[in-house]
């Protein structure tokens, strides 16, 4: 065995060397201990849970968001992770590759924050404010239905049928945004209305 | 899915076919790894691929994608030869004693009726006969030949364990020794539970190979009883809340239906949804439709809906086509019908078949408008990103809205399981950025659209009018209004059916549920099948208790599930004709000589007498239909079809090319190949790392899967020269992807019809926006074409070709 | 069926979010690196483990993700090079990783894909502990824990070296080096690791080290009604058991497993070369300097000359064949 090697390398660590053998020589305290072999602080702690549920598929496992802030006392709440809520009959705590890094969707880079416009032909997208986007698409929707809302066919029965704009609704939100957009696109006479049943 | 996840824990046999539960639904999937652990289930998986599913499967087999309907109408054939048949179930609870009348029948791979130029059956025959007394006749020895047991005994016939494997390429004996398994479970005490998804719905007859299984499980006697059913895995958080709130063309809430043009008048409209009972003592439930349709009619538009205006019957959009689906849409769209298109959480430019037709389609709007917690490709289809998204920027002409909306963790609200379960949520994070709730989006547009009809008139301005518009904050409609409106309240005090004197319900008051409707404009609902969700004692779906006596898997309290927080849909039928659980270890509910109870919520009259009213309620007849009588476009019972793309003829009929019925548009037809010019299979599907075209968007989930590859066997790599990991380009008529290949011993070459079958396997996660590498779809390459019956897309089967390249464009 | 040891109970309670007190102690301690006088701990915690059930994995990487998000590491992308391993190897930021074999059994002529979850074994023998030549930057706890501690790391690699698994990587980026702690944050607060607790089949299960064998038995029991007549714990003797224990179909031959090692042995070399830096150091010892002056250079981030490196490398490789 080349025990030569393994002296001259550990020689020239004696640095460390020094401290550990030292600290062993001088007795180890607990103080000494605690800086050698302390656990990292659990991540958890002072954090607000709140449950919530797996936005991806229909298993809907439930989860625990902990943020720093609570969005409840009126405070900015940031994500800060999730894990599966052990209480949930049906996944029990696990969760899957995706909902076990959900937070990182909702953190994405690529997430959209702010309204944006692109005009006919352009190349780039513009800024917009809220209310310019909902003036812009009020207008568009009440001069499009007012041209093509079909309100008798060609028998002379009424149909108010408008085929000339379609909606496709999220199956990622909630029952209650789905009811605010069904009300909505259906008093317009929508037709071409679907989600992702299918897909 | 008729049962729920946590009792797929009862299952004696699992089987995944059309679908890859592990993969796309692993914490749902615990179930079955549950029950094999504690029961000793077995799990049998089905599929092209060998999948992570199979991994931990007891028995596998491969089939060649878009073949379902001959294996499933083969192991119902074999159970019939070989007695495998639950018989006390199927005399009773199902229709197999029914006589059909006799111009109906089958040959050579078509029904009759069939009219080839319009491409349609005409379905008169495909009913019962009738007596005087206007119920169907029976006969219950199903001796007689129009019996409809004859019928379906007949009808399998031709699908024998040969067929089956030159078909299907299932090589016979794991054919026959899956028969076996599943043959077990025609015991009353023995039960199988079918898990499918997307890889049966995708298919131009995707609603026959479920069929096909519903039969299975109804002639096994598993519909109804815990560990059992048929069982769809639905694949977003709550598609099936939406498709439940009738978010499609053609539905109002609670599967109601959208009236056509004909339907001229309320009367009219529901002159065809009487519902009266085939058989006499029969609940037959939809004859409740009325109520129904009215309450929800007054939830829409309130006072504005009343007796004398048909309560606003007119308000609603009439149909002059089945529906406006999203593959007519975006046909019309192609060629400039359509102005104006709204996405909201949906990215059609990767979802939908043919992507080179979509971004034509999309660039032919004037207005598009993409409300997304992300930035995904349909927002940015103009943009170019090479050879990932080639198009010229100048040369489209439409506008585009980016509006950035909050995520799950932003929102409160309801999302309903697959197992039908609302559950509640809360918001726990600040949105990023501008990001706002999809609903003070919507208000938001509406309010101002209704501003602009108040200021300027315009055409028929009535139904935006006068549409419910009374929340507290109209700007930001709140999740707990919008969730009473849906349960329903009562409009004026509601008095015992019995006794008038009795006030069962103040004016105002939350509905108990649905059994309280009323068809007089005296209670107003949402929708129906939710009613109860949200009640005088408050939010039902925020419960929270998880107890579970006697480990049934039920969960009586915890969430609230449609209907009426029933667990298990037809739970009657989990007991004999004279309400004996089948099998005492699973009882469910049963009748105690007075009224049935259990653990669940029966699915039938309390006090209904077992042996006079039968457990599938919702049906006329009040039993399980092997044979659906008109239900469905392409026939009564499922017969064997190709893809519309496919390696092989038609065994039955060389002349059929894909689905009969389905429609197609002309210029799609035109794009449609054939074997000899695209030799291969391609079939498309998710991988557990990846959530649709989302997760891409995540750092963690495009580590995990970085890239986009297709699956190919080593006999099709070695043929090719394709190397692992080297770079391909596949191809359709319809366009062109490249791919990193994946060479793998778990997909192996099939022999069908005589000939070698190559499935080219391809994941959908890929896209030019997001965190992952930059790739592509299988939506580049598929039809565009749907299942006859509701349109889902055929993309589990499509012709393609491969080849490697020396220098791909990919990382 | 017959008694059945206790269920797992791994994902049974959420983590808190009050501060608490934390159950592992520098006083449990049992071994650190190259610290050979460590007096013996008061009290003896009870022996963990993490029992990863090959059969009932489906390859889902909810551990990969789960022990991501956990760790707040940053795995960067890849490409795909034609497998499903993402990344494509245990990293400085990737402690976890399902390994996929393709696996024809001639026994059954039955395919069967093998997925098995790599990471630290935490061995009751920790090579990598022996080898490591930094002063308390690698302990062990008397649960059976074996933990990096960052702060004490030279980056040297010498663990990667000693460990019979080819486990623990070093960091380009900060030259330290990284693996499985095994949550010993989570553990230290009554919880499971990350990875037992999103595990959806719960094929990941954590507890006691007695009743992780208790439960296997009853796994191998189920599998061998199911014809793997083979199946068997992995727990090697050789570096004195291991607190991640496997159930394998195959246990007769763990490496088609990816090759997870037939009976894993800690280089006799490793095991030799820390007598002589026992030696160097006690003879160092007169030059030892206060404890404040020691912390700081415990915390110096410490270089090995690459001439060093190299010779041991060498030296570890030469000894490599000694090893399964």
Known sequence: MTIDLSRRSFLKLAGAGVAATSLGAMGFGAAEAAEVAHVRAFKLATMTETRNTCTYCSVACGIILYAKGDLKAGETAELVHVEGDADHPTNRGTLCPKGAAIKDFALSATRAVKPRYRAPGGAAWQDISWDQAFDKIARAIKDDRDANLIETNDQGQVVNRWKTAGFLAASGTTNETAWTTYKVVRSLGMVAFDNQARV | MTNSWTDIKNTDLAIVMGGNAAEAHPCGFKWVTEAKAKRGAKLIVVDPRFTRTASVADYYAPIRPGSDIAFLMGVINWCIANGKVQWEYVKNYTNASFLVKEGFGWSDGLFNGYDAEKRVYDTADWDYQLGEDGFALTDPTLSDPRCVWALLKDHVAIYTPDFVENTCGTPKDRFLKICEMIGECAAPDRVMTSMYALGWTQHS?????????????????????????????????????????????????????????????????????????????????????????????????????????????????????????????????????????????????????????????????????????????????????????????????????????????????????????????????????????????????????????????????????????????????????????????????????????????DAGKQLKNFSQLKDDGSTMCGCWIFSGCWTEEGNMMARRDNTDPDDTGAYLNWAFAWPLNRRILYNRASADIHGKAWDPTRKLIEWDGAKWAGYDVPDIGVTSKPEDVMPFIMTNEGVGKLFARKGLKDGPFPTHMEPFESPIDNPLNAAIRGNPVARVFPDDLAQMATSAEFPLVGTSYRLTEHFHYWTKHNKVNAALQPEFFVEISEELAAEKGIAKGGQVRIWSKRGQIWAKAVVTKRIKPMICAGKTVHVVGMPIHWGFMGAAQKGFGPNSLTPFVGDANIETPEFKAFLCNIEPVEKGPLA | MTTRAPEPTTAAANPPVQPMEVNLLPSDVVRASAMPNLPAPDRQLTKVAKLIDVSKCIGCKACQSACIEWNDTQPELGVNVGVYENPHDLTPDMFTLMRFTEYENPQTGDFEWLIRKDGCMHCEDPGCLKACPAPGAIVQYSNGIVDFIHENCIGCGYCVTGCPFDIPRVSKVDHKSYKCTLCSDRVAVGQGPACAKACPTQCISFGPKDEMLAHAEDRIADLKARGYENAGIYDPQGVGGTHVIYVLHHADQPSLYAGLPDDPQISPLVQGWKGPAKTVGLAALGLAAAGAVLHGLLSRPNRVQPEDEMQAQALVNGGAEDRA
């Open chain 2, 205 to 505: 007859k995707g609603a026959q190979n479920i069929r096909g299984m519903a039969m299975l499980q109804l002639i096994l006697g598993n519909i109804g009883l815990r560990g059992g059913g048929v069982n769809a895995l639905r694949g977003h958080s709550n598609i099936q809340g939406l498709t439940d709130l009738g978010l499609m063309s053609n539905l109002i809430p609670g599967y109601l239906n959208i009236p056509v043009d004909k339907e001229v008048d309320f009367e009219t409209y529901m002159s065809t949804r009487g519902n009266a009972p085939l058989r006499p003592n029969q609940t037959s439930y939809w004859q409740n439709y009325r109520k129904f349709i009215v309450s929800f009619l007054k939830a829409m538009w309130g006072d504005a809906a009343t007796a004398e205006n048909d309560w606003a019957y007119h308000y609603l959009p009439k149909l002059d086509v089945p529906s406006y689906d999203i593959l007519r849409t975006f046909e019309m769209m192609a060629k400039g019908e359509v102005n104006l298109y709204f996405c909201q959480g949906f990215n059609p430019l990767l979802s939908f078949p043919n992507r080179a037709k979509l971004t034509e389609a999309l660039s032919k709007l004037k207005l598009l408008v993409v409300m997304d917690p992300l930035q995904t490709e349909t927002a940015h289809f103009w943009e170019n990103h090479g050879v990932f998204n080639d198009v010229d920027p100048a040369a489209i002409q439409t506008e585009v809205l980016e509006l950035p909306t909050t995520c799950f963790a932003e929102d409160e609200g309801a999302l309903v399981n697959s197992g039908r379960w609302l559950q509640w949520h809360w918001a726990g994070a600040t949105p990023p950025g501008q990001a706002r709730r999809d609903c003070w989006i919507m208000a938001n547009i509406f309010l101002r659209l209704r501003d602009l009809y108040r200021v300027e008139g315009g055409k028929f301005p009535d139904p935006i009018l006068n549409l419910t518009w009374d929340y507290a904050d109209p700007y930001e409609p709140s999740p707990e209004e919008l969730a009473k409106e849906m349960n329903g309240r009562a409009l004026a005090p509601l008095y015992d059916a019995t006794d008038p004197t009795k006030l069962v319900l």
